[in-house]
Nanobody, 117 residues
Framework: QVQLVESGGGLVQAGGSLKLSCAAS????????MGWYRQAPGKQRELVAG???????NYADSVKGRFTISRDNAKNTVYLEMNSVKPEDTANYYC???????????WGKGTLVTVSS
């Protein structure tokens, strides 16, 4: 099993910054890709940013240039730095880890980010 624990969410004003963290534990030996997803009220869950084991990153168009994903393999942690946040960034943010073993995926319980206008 892989456990993912998100932290860093909270209330932030539009234009401000926030940094989310996701710490992985358990059977982490075969994690290939990690990513951040979000789900806002009335919206479907969407990929925000992803990072591969090789360090390649990808971003949703809506956050490109504002958010940065990074990972620290030594700490088994992935981060999402959110800059110039907008009210539409308000959502529950979920960490995801994809394992090489059978392509299994694991999810954290989420952390709430609320952006005030």
């Amino acid at each position: 099993q892989v456990q993912l624990v998100e932290s860093g969410g909270g209330l932030v004003q539009a234009g401000g910054s926030l940094k989310l963290s996701c710490a992985a534990s358990g059977s982490i030996f075969s994690i290939l890709n990690m990513g951040w997803y979000r789900q806002a009220p009335g919206k479907q869950r969407e990929l925000v940013a992803g990072v591969t084991s090789g360090g390649s990153t990808n971003y949703a168009d809506s956050v490109k240039g504002r958010f940065t994903i990074s990972r620290d393999n030594a700490k088994n942690t992935v981060y999402l730095e959110m800059n110039s946040v907008k009210p539409e960034d308000t959502a529950n943010y979920y960490c995801n880890a994809k394992l090489g073993i059978y392509g299994m995926s694991y999810w954290g319980k989420g952390t709430l980010v609320t952006v005030s206008s």
